[in-house]
Structures are given as C-alpha cells and as structure tokens.
C-alpha cells in the first residue's frame, strides 16, 4: 500500500539534479518496490508448490485479472461501473465460438476476444462521459443487461439458456518455441500456468501504464475532473483510452475462463458478477494494481469455506460481508490496528 | 390495443408507486440505494403470508403492508442507512447490493424460493366489458390507487409544512439545523414512508409482477429506470417516465416477445445519452 497517491505529494529525499523534482517524485513513486517483487516471485512458486490446488488457483487468478481490469477504471479512473461483466461475457463468449467455430487455438482465440472486448469499450466509451455517478451506474448496468439478452435470445449462436456447450480447445502452443502441445487437462496445470502468464502480462503492462504521465493524469482526472481539464489534461479522451483497456483486460479475463473451462453460458453477464468483482476488488483495496489479486485470493478462500458450510446461502455472508464492510469503512478494513481506535481519521 | 395501453398504464402506475421511494432517497437524499426492491419484496411478503396463513382479506393487508415495510425501512434508516448519507458513492453501491444478497437469501430461507400466489377477492377479479374494451378490475383498481396515492404525495411535497420542511433539509442540511430543523427526523420519516410506499407496491403488484425471492434484483433495474429517465427534482418526471416504461414494456411484450427487455434498456441508454439528467431533470448536478 505504499503506493499511494500521497507518494506524489511527498517525494524520496533523492540527489538528482539534472531532472525536476517533479520528474524525480514520479520516478520515485514508479520505483520497484520489494513486495512486489516478492509478489511477482510467487506467481510461479504458487503453481510449482501447489499442483494439487490448479483448478482453485486459476478461478483466483481469471477473477484476480478482472478484478485488475475494474481497478484501472475505478481505482485509477474514478468510474463507478456494474457493468464490467458486459466485457467478460463478451471475451468469454468470443472466444467460445472461435475456438469453436473458426480456430481451436487459445492464443488466437485470446487475441481476437481481447481485440472484440477493446472494440466494445471503444464503442460504449461514450457512454460514460456525461452524467453523474448514478447515470454511469444505469448505463454500464444496461450494457452488461443489453448483451446478457443478447446472449439469451440469440439461441442459434450462443445456446440460449442452456450455454454453449461442445467448446474444444485446441492444445496451447507457442510459436517459434519448443513449448508445444500443452492440453488444457482436468488437473488443470496447463491452464492455471496459461492464466498466470496472461495475468502476469498484464500486471506488469498495466503497472507501466499506471506509472506513466497518462495514469498519473487519470489519477488527477479521478481527484477533481475540472481541476484537470482546466489544466490542459483532455478528459475526454483519457476516460475513453482506460475504459477501452480495461475492458480489453476484462475481455482477457472472461476469455481465459472459456478456455479453461471449455463452456461459456449466460451466467457471465449476470449482474452478480459485476458485483462479485467490485467486491474483489474492495477488499484487497482499490488504487494500487494488487488489490485485485490479494482480494480474489480471500473472495475464493471464503467462498470455498462458506459454500461448503451452506451452499445454497453462500449469498447471505457475502451480503453481510458487503454491509459490515462499508460500514467499519473500506480503508479502516485493511487495517484491523485502526478497528479501535478514534474514528476520525475516516471522517 | 386499448387494452394493452390500459395494461400498460396500470404497469407504470405500479412501477411508479414502487420506484417513488427511491426518488426521494435517490434524488433529494442524493443515496444511491440498491436496496430499495428489497422493501418491495417485504412488501408483498406480508401481504402473501397474511392472506394465505392468516386469512387476512386483501384490503386489509394494504395498509399493514404499508406500515410493516415503513417500521422496517425506519428502524434500518436509524441503525444502518444514516451513517451511509456522507459516504461517497461506491460504499453506497456495495453497501446497498450487500442488503440485497441479504434479502434474497434470507427471504429465501425462511419462506422458500417458489413463487407466491395471491388470491384475490372475487370483487376484483375478471374484466369490465365496456365497448369491446377489456378492463381488467384489478388494474382499473391499481389506477386508481397509485394516481390517489400520486395526488397525495404531490400535495404533501408541495404544500403541507413537511413538505417544505423537506425540501430545506435536502437543499442544505446544515443551514436546515442551523434554523432549528431536525434534519435527522426529517430524513428518517422521509425514508420511511418511500419504503411503506415501496411495501405497499409490492403488495398491489405481487399479483402482476409475480413476487419471489429474487423480486429485488429482477426489478432494481427497472426502479432505477424511472428514477433515472424521470429525473430525481420533480414527483411528476418519474411518474411519467414510470407510464412510459410501462406501456413500452407491456407493447414491446406483446409485439414482438423476441427481442424481451432488450428495447427497454436501448431506450434507456439512448435517453441518458441524450438528457444525463434524466428527461424531465433540471441541468443541476448535485
């Protein structure tokens, strides 16, 4: 949690004096820091360690990487969204039917669903430039309702109710490579690896792009909009360019979860998706990139834990989880040390 | 044709007095809350379960549907809404979806996920034949209902001293307090009542919209239609809107049952895209 925007405010005593210091507060504040470090260590030590737990860790890691996609947009952006399931669904679905109609083969297949997923940010984009929070919230919520419909009614193309089902994915092979030929198994080694390298991608793209002159105007976009503009940052086209990423992400995200599963069905656009991964992403923490995976790794751990308890009122905790954790307040949640002591810091 | 405008009609009035609550939360409160459908549902619950294990008759359980749902929404006001009122609005949204899950869950366990059945009094049942024109009974009976309860309200906001009282506490709570007005009890009566009209729609409208577990998550959607295409300054933006909703609704059903709830939300879109503020909406953004 170092890296908050507060870094900016007070830079690293550092001896630099060919650059300004306010080049030198942002190079600070894009510093490596050792746990992340030590996070991107254990990507792979998680998979090397724990063959037995693929199947679960790779749920964490497709929610971790939408989680990720919503971070950009409200952690970063400052936009309130209940519709990015409309961009999983659509990667999901995308790459559903051209693995099963055109080309069995993953990579392609997670190419085209990303491209699809950027073309339908890029088009609902302006959806969410004028208005308050509350207009924001109906359309992104009418867009993921608009494709859940869609996806319904289009029987011939998406199997209705029922799902699209008799997917095969190809085995995973790298071009150029030795690697070739990896099937996405039951065990699900290949596809917990296969995700965990698309999350890493996008991990370290999306921390550059956080790092650079545009997140950090996003970040000044998020703070006060007309303060921004005002200084010459183009709002506009700036809240255009990091939805359509994060829904390109969300696109990756719903895409990897066609492919390790073999089956897309209505149940990506729901709307208890979009409010599963905002829950994801409160609990780890918005604002900072890893939120997303520190809550997914807790949001399935519990899910797991209460769904075996009582399966069918798994909903109920996860309500009470939500309500007890706005009302103890989301920044004093991460930090149980402050759970006692005055409450004014939070007003 | 007449029949379905008429339909429609008694659909919007419905939808208005369900969605009128939350205009008021949303729109003078400035809260965005999820989990307005919820008292909705405990609505049509009491209704349900006083009529079928109780043998209460129908217009009876009205009002304590009424009063039921207001207790409830002023007793969760008190304890767990109010600390939200200053909170922005993303606590709002999770907090509001978490009561939801909650509702749906909870009213699952204790009454069962299948649908409930309302039966109604045989004076209300079947169709006024008037010039070829289907009425039913029971909607004429909505109509009539939802536009007194919308006279009311309008009048209420409007002239009574509760009324003003209430626009002063949401244009500027502090200066409110400052001239001796109890915002706080201004808030909590103001919520209760848009939950007890929430209540009291849910009971007329368990027989129309059908009423089971997932009521609130079905339906959210379409409160936040009307309040957000209506425009949260005036009553009459969302009751109109409500009558549009309504009748495109009901038409689009009826013409062409493929497309389902796809031209609603179009229309929707189109609407924010055109107005943000919704159709009938003053440019003020608070």
Same mark, same amino acid.
């Given at each position: ?63 971790? #990487? ?35 109609? =055109? #080309?069995? +083969? ?20 302006? @959806? ?23 996806? &319904? ?31 996405? +198994? ?15 991608? =996008? ?6 792009? =956080? ?58 656009? +729901? ?9 994801? @992403? ?66 | ?12 009035? #419905? ?34 379960? #006083? ?120 244009? +500027? ?7 001796? @007005?109890?915002? &706080? ?22 027989? =129309? ?78």
């Amino acid at each position: 949690m170092s890296a908050t925007p507060d870094a900016v405010a007070a830079p690293p005593a550092q001896r630099n004096g060919a650059r300004s210091p306010a080049a030198r507060s942002l190079a600070g504040y894009a510093r490596w820091r050792w746990w992340e470090l030590a996070l991107f260590a254990a990507l792979p030590l998680s998979w090397l360690l724990l063959p037995a737990q693929s199947l679960l860790l790779n749920e964490i890691a497709i929610v971790a #990487l939408f989680a990720v996609s919503l971070d950009l947009i409200l952690g970063y952006a400052g936009i309130v969204s209940l519709g990015q399931a409309a961009f999983f669904g659509f990667g999901a679905y995308t790459a559903a039917l051209f693995a099963k109609d =055109v #080309l069995p +083969d993953p990579l392609t297949g997670l190419a085209v669903a990303v491209a699809a997923s950027a073309l339908l940010g890029l088009a609902t984009s302006v @959806l969410i430039l004028r208005g308050s929070d509350l207009t924001r919230l109906m359309v992104t919520l009418g867009v993921a309702s608009i494709l859940y419909e869609l996806a &319904n009614k289009l029987d011939w193309l998406t199997g209705g109710a029922d799902g699209l089902q008799g997917v095969v994915m190809g085995p995973l092979t790298i071009p150029g490579t030795a690697l070739a030929g990896f099937a996405f +198994d039951l065990s699900g080694r290949t596809a917990y690896a296969y995700s965990l390298v698309v999350l890493a991608i =996008v991990l370290v793209l999306a921390r550059r792009l =956080v790092h650079s002159p545009f997140g950090v105007s996003l970040q000044a976009l998020r703070d006060n909009r007309l303060r921004a503009a005002s200084i010459g940052v183009s709002t506009s086209l700036r809240l255009v360019a990091v939805y359509t990423i994060a829904a390109a992400i969300a696109g990756a995200a719903g895409a990897l979860l066609a492919q390790t599963t073999g089956f897309a069905s209505l149940d990506v656009f +729901d709307f208890h998706r979009s409010a599963e991964v905002l829950l994801v @992403l409160v609990i780890g923490g918005t604002g900072y990139l890893y939120g997303g995976i520190f809550g997914a790794i807790v949001f399935k751990l519990l899910h797991d834990l209460i769904a075996a308890w009582t399966p069918q009122y798994w909903n109920f905790w996860l309500g009470l989880f939500l309500v007890v954790l706005v009302l103890v307040g989301r920044d004093r949640f991460v930090r149980p040390w402050t759970w006692f002591g005055r409450r004014s810091a939070t007003r | 044709m007449l029949t379905l405008l008429f339909d429609g009609v008694a659909y919007g009035m #419905l939808l208005f007095v369900l969605a009128v609550g939350l205009a008021v939360t949303l729109g003078l409160m400035n809260f965005i809350n999820l989990a307005h459908g919820a008292f909705a549902m405990a609505g049509g619950y009491v209704t349900v379960l #006083l009529m079928n294990r109780a043998g209460v008759p129908f217009l009876v359980c009205l009002p304590i549907a009424f009063a039921a749902t207001a207790l409830l929404g002023a007793v969760l006001e008190r304890t767990l809404y109010r600390p939200m009122y200053a909170r922005p609005h993303l606590d709002q949204v999770l907090f509001s979806i978490g009561l939801v899950f909650m509702a749906v869950t909870g009213v699952d366990y204790v009454v069962g996920s299948m649908q409930q059945n309302i039966h109604l009094p045989g004076w209300l049942q079947g169709r006024l034949p008037i010039e070829a024109v289907g009425i039913g009974k029971y909607r004429l009976f909505i109509i009539v209902t939802c536009a007194i309860l919308t006279i009311a309200l309008q009048w209420i906001l409007s002239r009574t001293r509760f009324g003003s009282r209430l626009r002063a506490a949401v244009d +500027d709570p502090r200066v409110a307090g400052g001239l001796g @007005l109890d915002v &706080n009890r201004i808030f909590l009566a103001t919520f209760a009542v848009g939950s007890g009209l929430a209540g009291l729609g849910g009971a007329l409208g368990a027989e =129309v919209l059908g009423l089971d577990p997932t009521f609130p998550l079905k339906f959210m959607i379409y409160f936040l239609i009307v309040v957000s295409v209506g425009g949260t300054t005036t009553i009459t933006g969302p009751l109109l809107a409500a009558l549009l909703l309504g009748i495109a609704d009901v038409a689009g059903k009826y013409y062409v049952p493929k497309l389902g709830a796809f031209i609603v939300y179009t229309v929707m879109i189109a609407i924010l895209l055109w107005r943000p503020q919704g159709l009938f909406g003053r440019a003020a953004a608070r």
